[in-house]
């Protein structure tokens, strides 16, 4: 930040530019009446040259005899009156411009002020100019602080706004040192498998088997993985682009319950239709979302068990539910659950599998779209998790 010399600006006065569009204003009032004046006085003299004087010539009579019209007419008191209204309206027109332009006035010896900061002021901004400097956003403790009173307002804001940007720093830091790490796992195990390979692969059928079956399924997960990322990652930075347009909610889920069904044969789906429930998204992000939840339904329910899909209205809202009969989610879990990398039992996720990813995807879209989630879970009873679109 650099301080730049002000310079000593010229004041704008609003009184004198009124006083200019007053007097304009009364000017061509006067006009008006020079020109009414003029024609009043050739109405009162026609009858006179008319009076069989002839056209072209005025007597002298005959200007005399005006002149005592005018008189009787009382024609000075009229030039006076007119006179009189004239500076009135110039008066009436100042004041009016003057009200009209006090905001403008004000704005100005308001900017007026600043440009012509006292040796004080100045010196106080510099300060702050210099506190700003010396801010380090990676340092965690670090506030600005001047001491100075009046400058605690404009402090608290700033202090707020770091605050802001080294939690979001955090997350991004703690979001990334974690992706590595779930990205290290399956490359060492990969590694450890192509070592296997190496040293007794080529003489024993059974490592090699083994070993290529490991293989394929960790680079499975590992592109798994590495989808979850790109796509939370380009959801960070404002690169996933909604493709809005009006569909069914009960259509979408009748989809994902078919092709569920069709995928995954160790449990019961069922569908239950609330009928016709239009909404308005993109369709294929949200039926990730209802994938997600449905993967999860399968991933924890034993084999065999129900899982429930439903479509319906809650609060006039469009919705959709998955609804298990698997381990549940206990309590203190539940707030965690959407978190990024969260899985609510490590040794039991080890079992199943996955990264703790899906959730905070299903999360980042439905949030996307304005909506929220409903929670409902009884350990070892089942989990039913409620979209509810806006
Ligand atoms: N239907 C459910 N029943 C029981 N626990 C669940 C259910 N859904 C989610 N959870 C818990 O919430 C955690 C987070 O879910 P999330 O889908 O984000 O991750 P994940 O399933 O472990 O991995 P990923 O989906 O990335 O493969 C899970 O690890 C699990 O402990
Ligand atoms: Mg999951």
């Not at 698997?326 to 080890?350: L, M, N, T, V």
Request: proline share 3%; no cysteine.
């Amino acid at each position: 930040m650099s301080s730049e010399k002000r310079t000593r600006e010229k004041p704008i006065r609003t009184g004198s530019i009124a006083f200019r569009i007053g007097l304009s204003s009364g000017l061509n009032l006067l006009l008006i009446f020079i020109v009414l004046d003029v024609v009043l006085f050739w109405v009162l003299l026609w009858p006179r040259i008319q009076d069989g004087s002839g056209y072209a010539e005025i007597t002298i009579e005959d200007f005399n005899a005006f002149k005592l019209l005018l008189t009787e007419w009382k024609a000075d008191i009229v030039l006076r009156l007119e006179g009189l209204l004239v500076v009135l309206w110039v008066l009436f027109e100042t004041l009016k411009v003057r009200a009209k332009l006090r905001p403008l006035q004000e704005f100005a010896d308001a900017a007026l002020k600043l440009s012509e900061l006292d040796g004080e002021t100045e010196q106080r901004y510099q300060k702050l100019e210099n506190a700003i400097d010396m801010l380090s956003p990676a340092e965690e403790d670090q506030m600005l602080a001047t001491g100075d009173a009046e400058l605690a307002g404009l402090e608290t804001a700033v202090n707020k706004l770091m605050t802001r940007m080294r939690d979001s720093y955090r997350q991004q830091a703690r979001f990334v040192s974690d992706a590595s790490h779930e990205l290290r796992t399956p490359i060492a195990v990969i590694r450890g498998y192509a070592d296997l390979l190496d040293r007794w692969g080529k003489t024993d059928e059974k490592i090699l088997e083994e070993s290529i079956a490991a293989i394929k399924d960790e680079s499975e997960s590992m592109q798994h993985l590495v989808e979850q990322l790109l796509f939370l990652a380009r959801g960070d930075s404002g690169r996933t682009p909604l493709n809005v347009s009006d569909f069914d909610v009960s259509d979408m889920m009748k989809e994902v319950w078919e092709e569920s069904a069709m995928i995954d044969a160790a449990h019961d789906y069922r569908f239950e239709s609330g009928g016709a429930i239009p909404a308005r998204g993109d369709v294929s992000l949200i039926k990730q979302a209802a994938r997600i939840l449905i993967e999860n339904a399968s991933k924890y329910t034993p084999e065999g068990g129900e899982i429930m899909l439903r479509s319906l209205v809650s609060d006039g809202h469009p919705a959709f539910s998955v609804q298990d009969s698997g381990i549940g989610i206990s309590e203190s879990d539940i707030p965690h659950i959407f978190e990024r990398f969260y899985r609510a039992d490590d040794s039991r996720s080890k079992q199943t599998g996955g990264s703790g990813l899906g959730l905070a995807i299903a999360k980042w879209i439905v949030e996307r779209h304005g909506g929220r989630f409903e929670i409902i879970s009884r350990k070892d009873i089942g989990t039913r998790i409620t979209v509810i679109l806006q």
